[in-house]
Every structure is written in structure tokens, then in C-alpha cells.
């Protein structure tokens, strides 16, 4: 499949000398690994997101800062386009390369420079895997928080990149409330310090701004990260559902109530019957929802929490509440969601992921919204999503072989990002825009605010030499795109009922 | 007393044609209340630093969005300099008004518009005093975290504008870590919206960018912030050393040990002894050094923490260890602490209020290089803080009417700054840069760090109307100051050992 792909962004690039950049690389950095042949180039011309493909124009592997320093002045001199990438396994085509650009893989910048357990924090180099922080602080009985679910995979600089979240954001928030400092080299070859090793650093926090910027404003070359106190315990709930409206209202409901639990899920009936038949975790498949509610710290204050949660649940009108009744089956109970994608890959020959967040309060309304639409477009589409912090990922199910499914899934995935608008919300949760959703953004801001963005990245990159066409769409492509700008509480449905 | 004050900046801003500038306000706003008159005029002289005074050309006290909006097209029209206001108890100048420019006071914008206790935020106008929000969220069992000791008088728009802590904000965090939305007037008069109600936004994050901008971004007219709910039960221990050095380390050992408290105080033994003399809370006048340490949440786990932190406390070395008996006490604990800095007052004719921040593990050797500085001038210093997030507030006691002493008291309070920047600290915690700091930032940051802010700056307002002189310092400026940027790490004493 190739969703949405669209060639305009290469076209509209400078012409680049590619040889006479390989010969000023040769000669000021010998030692650089740059990979030129088709076959070489071939393994870096997608990432996470596969329906978007470019075979880069050169692939560069440093291994020392001076050497993105130089790489960067050059580039930069012969104003020739850097695409940074980590592991490649963004959703959102963030790390897409460019036919007319150079591809930085930040990869050999794995090494964790320091684990501090005094001061709570971890300087490690962007190429190091997010799961090998928490890894390397485990004998401290510390971990680093966002554990979004490549994180086995998933390098720190992408985390970064792409603000990343996961199951646990609810309670320990994003990359941007989890890291303290970065070091970036600017586009003109330059060192930077972002952030500070204490609180607050004064003057605008660019740290803050640095988060999620998709490879726009510099490339990161080193990162402190907060370690926190790993919980002593960890319960799971699982409450079931006759009805979707029910389990989003409980979702507010536990929360209204004062508990912020460590992983608070969603699954709809399709997503529950995928998961079941694929990993048998025991999820009860007549319910209509069900919620998995994780509630960690120490032991009494977990205890007293689940008493609260399922008194709340019941309140709402679960239909049956279990507790994991240990380890083992907490475990089965999160496999069965971690691995819902692929199980509902099993039952459909394509799916198409979406990832928009809305305000909690109202997941029954979209739910409902989405239900609707579903009907109206003649495709499944089946709800696993982190309930808790609104971020929802529907997936569409489609058939690519017959004809106009694959139109009608993108059709489909576009008003549904328009209803997570709609009501407050973002096309966007934890994947990131990236080449994938940069139409989208012309719904989601206006003129004003993209201009704005624009005004801010040129005071990082001037020539837009970094990441060019990711993240922020140009005037003139919104233009293009035809969007209508939906304020946000303004319903692009008329024939939705306002929830 | 008057610290610091340079005149440089209002010479340097380009001349105004007043009258002309009121009757433009007079015919487009004819509903707006302009102060002209210089008794009218003197109220608003300075903000909570009360050393630096400048009279303002104008104030104006807008009502409603449109007005500012309006004020704002006029304004930049005319290229005149535009400074918001908030209450005014600012402690670093940031709303020092411009002899050429306009006071813009946004008290009246001081409507409670929503408390929505499922959504668990508030959506208030930036007039509205901080307490106030929590005193509204209170009946549903919520509040709203940041608490400056200015709680009762300052405005969320000033908080928003300085990015304001307090002493929960080791666990709850700063304003920026509490608010999700914000609705602002760019410099051209246009509205923009800053964040998002749901989770995470797409794009730049430009509302993290706002958060202690102070002013001079745009002018905040909204802000949505998040609720907590207010914690079951919260217990106070105090911990008593013989040795400042000892109760520095212990800060330490209890967030390795895992625990975050709901406030970790220090305070040395100057202060204990003023703030003894003048509250009577009950503390040893013969320790060096007290801790003060609160613990919130569940009855429970407050319990079991309690515990916990004493074991670490005696392990550190405590002489003595006590647990407020009842909320009362609890209470008179917290109030020689939030009035420490008046208990200052009355042993010293005058003191000056530092704010740095330095990573908690350099707490011991600071202290240390506090004590040998205050030893080298020849003034006495108190230490009086939030030790838990490593922001110091040493205050410096001297007597203005000795000839000299004001001269030293600067000139150590500048060397106190510099030793924060040399850990790895800054030079700002909660206070903010405003006026008062702005050649401190030549040695914060290097002269690329400062383009980067002024870029950024001119992405939002080109001309420089908004708050300028604040902040951030112009390179001409730090020229002038002759700092030498220190890098982090790097001892700018050379007589005092690396610790």
C-alpha cells in the first residue's frame, strides 16, 4: 500500500552537486563513512512508516561530534538538506529521506555516557535504545519512564524527535517532561546546550520548543534523561463493557475520582475477539469494551487505589471487574494488548493506524463519531488505544486488492482526524507528523500559526536546510491541499449530533 | 536601596509621540481607561522589586479582548514599547514599566470562566490570583499546584510570564508543567492559541516556549490549567544537623532513596534563629542547619514514607528528628519557614534575596562556597530555600547607610550567581531574569545561545515592542558588562577547591 505519498516536496528542493559533496566529505573527513551505492542506500529509504519510500541521495554514519560538526558545515556551505535519523522506527515517516539530501544515521552514537542515582539522571548518546537506559539504571532501582512500544528497538535521539510517549504517559508524561538537557549541533556546524542540570534554566526554554521537533532546528548529539524510583508494585484491573460510551465515560470517571493510574487502555469488541483469538489472554469476547487499568507504587497505596478504581467501575457499569491475580496473569492481560496491532493484522489483508488524541471527556462522543463513520465508509475499524490520555489509534481495516478500499480507508482516516479536531483535539498523539500527517496540519492550524512556526524554525535554520518538508506544511501546500481550517469546538459533521 | 539600576535601556528605545498616541486611544478606544497624570501613574512605578522605579508613559487597563487586541494595532502601528502587567509582585523587575513605553495592566481580566472537574482543569483570565483558582476548585476536591509564597496576591498571568514554582513544586512541578492552554495577543493584535486540551500538541511546542517568557512573546488574555486533587493527608518532619554540609547531603540521600516529598526545606542556623525570634514555631536555635520535610498522599504511604525518610535522615547524620503531632503544629512548622525572609528583616537593616539553582547533588559544596564567600566580604548570609529542587535563595544582610556595604553585597550576590553557573546551576529559579538579572545572562549563556533567544524573540515580535530590556540582554549589552561567559564545570574560583 501507499498511503498519501506525494513526490511535490523533491521536486521543489534545489539541484545538488552530489559528487563534488562527496569529494569535499572525502577530503575533510576521511574517516566518515559515507555510503553512495544504490544497494547500500537501498536498507535507509524508509522508516517505521513503510508506505513511504526515497532512496536517499548519500548516507553518512559519523561516530565523533566533530564529525557532525564538519558534516554540517558543509552541507550547510553548499546548502545541500540533512535528514538526522535514529532507529528508523517512526510511524510517521519523520526520518523519511530526501533524493536530494544527505541522510545522517545518528546509530553509532550508542554510548550511555553516565548513570547518576544521586542526582536521578542518565547522559546518554541519541543512538542509544530507550529500553537500554532503564536497563543500564536497573541495579539502582531506577528507570527511565516513556516506553513507547518499539522501545526495544527506538533510539533516545527519535524519542526526542518525536516527543514519545507509551503506555505509561498518563502518569510520567512525555520525552518532553522527562528530559532535562540536550546537546545539539546547529545547522551551521555550531555546539549547543539546551536546557540546564538544574531545575529551570532562564531566558525562553528552547528545551521545551526542542521536543518533538522532528529534526528541524538541530541534530542531537547527547541527552540527560530523569531516572525515576522503579515502582514496588504493580496491579492490573480489567473491567468489561456492554457498551463503548460506557468504558470512555469511566475512563473520566477514574480520573475525576483523584487516581491517576501507570497505564489506563481501551479495547473495542473487534480489537478484543483479534487479540483473544491471536494471544489467548483471557479477555472476555462478548464485551462490547474493555479497560485495563495498571496502578503502581508501593504496596498499601495500591491496594487502597484498586478497592477505589473498582468502586468507580462499577459505578459506571462494568459488567465484570477482574484483578490480574499475579504477575503472570498481569502479564498475559498486557500481551494481549501490546500485541492487538498485529493481531488485528490477522484478520484483515491491510490496516491503516491512525493516532489523533482528544480531551477524554469526550472519548464517548468520538467513539460514537467513529462508530458512525465506520458505517457510513463500509469498513471495520477496531479501537486499542491509551484510553487515559485520550490518544486514541483506530484502525481502519481494508483490502487494498479491492478496488476503492484503499481511497476509502484514506477518506475514512482523514475525517477521523478531523473529528479529533474538532472537539479540541490533535491529529497527532505520540507518532509524530512527520511527512505522513503534514496535510493534516493545514486542518489543524491556521495561516497565522503556521506562519508563526515557520518564523521559529528560521531562527534555528534560515535556509531550511534541516528536515525540509516534515512536520510544517508550507502556505502554499495548505493552499494546494484545500483544507478548511476546523476550529477547534466547531463541527466539520453536520450530521453528527455535537456530543 | 537601589541595586543595579542602569538607565542605559530608555535612552536606547526610539522616541514617542505621547499625545498622539493617547488620542489615537481616545478615538479607537474610547471606553478604555488611560492613566496619564503622573500621580495616577506613580501606583505602577515598579513591580516587587522595589530598588528599580520608572515612571511609565501610560497606563492603560484594558476590560476586554477586543481592547487589548486594539491597543496592541496601535501600538505596533506607532512602534511603541508595550510591557504587561500582571499584580505586580514580580521579585526580579519583569514588569518595570518604560519611560517610552506603555503599562498594559491586565488586572481586570479577573473572571473564573470554567472549573471542570472531569476534564480536571480551569480555564481563567490572567488577572485571576493564583489561590484564587484553587479556593474555586476546592468544592470538587481539586486545586491547582504551583503556590509562590506570593499565592494570595499574584496573578496566573504573571506566573505564566516568570514560569513561577514554590515550595511544592519539587513534586508538582513548575507553571509549565501545570498548563495546557494558552489564548495570547500576538504584537500585531491577532489572537492565538498556544497548546491544546488534549494531551500533546503537533508542531513546535510553542506553549512550553511562552512559559517564562516574560512578556515578551505576546500578551496572555486565558489560560487553561490543569487541577490535582488535593492530597488525603500531608505530614511534616523536621530534622535538625549539626553541620549545614550534612543536611545539604541528606537532601540528596532522601530523593536517591526513591521518595519525592510534597516540600523539602532548608534552612541554616541565621535563619532559624530569625524566624524562631520572630514566629516561635518551635525550632532549634542551636542546629546549623534544619530540614523541613512534608510528605503528602494517601494516609498509608504518607505512613510508610515517614518511615522511610526518617531512616534516611538518621543515616545522614540528624542529631534530631521530630514529626509535627497535629496540623497545627504542622502548620507553625510551615509558617517560620514562609516568613523567614521578614524574620531577616528585623536583624538587618537591609538584605538582598539571590535566587539560584544548582543541581541537588552540588548542595554541600555550595553551601560551603557561600559560607567562604560571605567570610571574604565580610556580610553575613542566611540560607533559607527549597533545597529538594536545589533552588537557593541565600539572603545577604547588610546596612546601606555603611558606606561600602551595598557595593559588597552586590558584588557578592554577583559571585554567588557565578558559582551556581559554575555547578551546572543558573541563575534564576522561580524569580525570573526580568531587569534585575539581565547581565547575569552574559555569563549564562555565550553570545550563539543569545543570538538563538533573539531570533526566536523576532519570530514572535520583529520590532522589539514587547517588554524590551528584560531578559534577554542584547550582545552590545553584554559586551558592555564585560563577563566572561563561564562554562558549566568550569570554577570561576580559583581559591575554592572543586567539590
Same mark, same amino acid.
Not at 544521586?118 to 528507570?143: C, D, M, T, W
Not at 534554566?201 to 524510583?229: H, R, W, Y
Not at 504493580?234 to 473520566?252: E, H, I, T, Y
Given at each position: ?29 576521511? $574517516? ?76 553509532? /552514537? ?10 536521578? /539522571? ?55 517532561? +522527562? ?30 520548543? /526542542?521536543?518533538?521537533? $522532528? ?6 548529539? $547527547? ?54 483469538? /491471536? ?14 487499568? $495498571? ?36 502479564? #498475559?492481560?498486557?500481551?494481549? #494488548? ?44 477496531? +479501537? ?50 512527520? #511527512? ?30 534541516? +528536515?525540509?518538508?516534515? +512536520? ?28
Amino acid at each position: 500500500m501507499n498511503l498519501l505519498y506525494d513526490e511535490q516536496l523533491d521536486g521543489e528542493l534545489p539541484a545538488v552537486d552530489r559528487e563534488a559533496l562527496i569529494d569535499d566529505l572525502k577530503q575533510a573527513l576521511p $574517516e566518515l563513512e559515507v555510503l553512495h551505492k544504490r544497494e547500500d542506500l537501498q536498507p535507509y529509504e524508509c522508516d517505521g512508516l513503510s508506505a513511504y519510500r526515497t532512496l536517499p541521495m548519500l548516507v553518512v554514519l559519523p561516530e565523533t561530534l566533530e564529525q557532525v560538526q564538519t558534516l554540517m558545515k558543509i552541507c550547510n556551505q553548499r546548502k545541500v538538506p540533512v535528514v538526522a535519523r535514529g532507529a528508523g522506527t517512526g510511524l510517521s515517516g519523520g526520518a523519511l529521506p530526501l533524493e536530494k539530501g544527505v541522510l545522517l544515521v545518528m546509530a553509532r /552514537f550508542n554510548r550511555i555516557l553516565e548513570v547518576n542515582p544521586e542526582g536521578r /539522571f542518565a547522559r546518554v548518546q541519541p543512538g542509544v535504545r530507550n529500553l537500554a537506559i532503564s536497563e543500564a539504571a536497573a541495579p539502582h532501582k531506577l528507570y527511565y519512564a516513556p516506553d513507547p512500544s518499539s522501545q526495544i528497538a527506538c533510539s533516545i535521539g527519535g524519542n526526542v524527535a518525536e516527543n514519545a510517549g507509551g503506555v505509561h504517559c498518563l502518569k510520567y508524561g512525555l520525552t518532553v517532561h +522527562n528530559v532535562m538537557k540536550v546537546e545539539i549541533i546547529t545547522v551551521e556546524g555550531e555546539r549547543m546546550t539546551l536546557g540546564a542540570d538544574s531545575l529551570d534554566a532562564p531566558g525562553f526554554d528552547l528545551l521545551a520548543l /526542542f521536543m518533538g521537533s $522532528e529534526g528541524m532546528l538541530g541534530i542531537v548529539v $547527547e541527552v540527560t534523561v530523569k531516572l525515576l524510583p522503579a515502582p514496588q508494585v504493580a496491579k492490573v484491573l480489567m473491567a468489561s463493557f456492554d457498551d463503548v460510551g460506557k468504558a470512555g465515560q469511566a475512563v473520566g470517571d477514574i480520573i475525576s475520582a483523584g487516581i491517576i493510574p501507570g497505564g489506563l487502555e481501551m479495547m473495542d469488541n473487534l480489537a478484543i475477539r483479534a487479540a483473544e483469538d /491471536f494471544i489467548h489472554a483471557g479477555y472476555p469476547v462478548d464485551a462490547e469494551a474493555i479497560l485495563l487499568c $495498571e496502578l503502581d507504587g508501593v504496596e498499601a497505596d495500591v491496594h487502597a487505589e484498586c478497592d477505589r478504581v473498582k468502586a468507580v467501575l462499577e459505578k459506571s457499569g462494568a459488567t465484570e471487574i477482574s484483578l490480574a491475580k499475579d504477575d503472570e496473569e498481569r502479564k #498475559r492481560f498486557w500481551a494481549g #494488548r501490546k500485541n492487538a496491532f498485529p493481531a488485528v493484522g490477522r484478520i484483515s489483508p491491510d490496516y491503516y493506524c491512525m493516532d489523533g488524541t482528544i480531551p477524554r471527556r469526550e472519548l464517548p462522543g468520538v467513539l460514537q463519531g467513529i462508530a458512525d463513520l465506520s458505517k457510513e465508509y463500509g469498513l471495520r475499524v477496531a +479501537n486499542v488505544f491509551h484510553a487515559g490520555d485520550g490518544n486514541m489509534h483506530p484502525l481502519i481495516l481494508f483490502d487494498a486488492n479491492q478496488e476503492g478500499e484503499l481511497e476509502r480507508a484514506e477518506a475514512l482516516g482523514g475525517k477521523i482526524l478531523e473529528l479529533c479536531v474538532a472537539v479540541g483535539g490533535s491529529i497527532t498523539g505520540e507518532h509524530g507528523v512527520g #511527512r505522513e500527517k503534514i496535510n493534516q496540519m493545514c486542518s489543524q492550524f491556521n495561516d497565522d500559526e503556521l506562519e508563526t512556526f515557520h518564523a521559529v524554525k528560521a531562527a534555528f535554520d534560515p535556509d531550511r536546510l534541516l +528536515n525540509p518538508g516534515k +512536520n510544517i506544511p508550507t502556505l502554499h501546500r495548505c493552499a494546494e491541499f484545500g483544507a478548511m481550517h476546523i476550529h477547534n469546538g466547531e463541527l466539520p459533521f453536520p450530521e453528527l449530533e455535537r456530543f
